[in-house]
């Protein structure tokens, strides 16, 4: 049986989220609204949709990696519990030397859904030991 996510679409001008292929981890969000974006800017984009995430998962934003790679704009933030139901909000920051702008209903992201575990927070004196220990980034060389 498939997991279900309850959607609430807040413009119905506006599409239900698919999956673009069989076996895509992520559905597409679309932008509610024309949003312009100046090179160093970031904004928060409506999308349109309220989600009941089921509890015990979470939906994870993502780049959309053609907007990545070819575009600059990178996703903030990007959870949503499994309590909140206010329209999903796309943070979005232009990275790249352009003006990006989005037409209403133009892709902005994508949003995977995603078991999520709840763990008892311990605080302790020492940590176990591990091969790298404390070793940070670029730790493990090119």
């Known amino acids: 049986m498939n997991l279900v996510l309850k959607i609430k679409r807040l413009d ?19 932008s509610r609204e024309d949003v312009v974006i100046e090179p160093g800017e970031r ?40 309590g909140y139901r206010g329209e999903v909000l796309v943070g979005i920051i ?24 709840e763990v008892e927070i311990v605080e302790v004196l020492e940590l176990e030991e591990s091969v790298r220990g404390e070793r940070g980034f670029g730790s493990s060389g090119k």
């Open 43 to 82: 904004k928060g984009i409506a999308t349109g949709l309220a989600v009941e995430v089921p509890f015990g998962y979470v939906g994870l934003i993502w780049d959309k990696s053609g907007l990545a790679i070819k575009n600059g704009l990178k996703t903030l933030g990007g959870v949503v519990d499994s």
């Open 12 to 30: 119905k001008e506006l599409p239900l989220p698919t999956y673009a292929y069989i076996g895509d981890a992520a559905f597409d969000l679309l």
């Open 94 to 117: 232009n990275l790249s030397k352009v003006t990006h702008t989005f037409k209403k209903g133009e892709k902005v992201a994508q949003m995977i859904i995603q078991k999520s575990e």
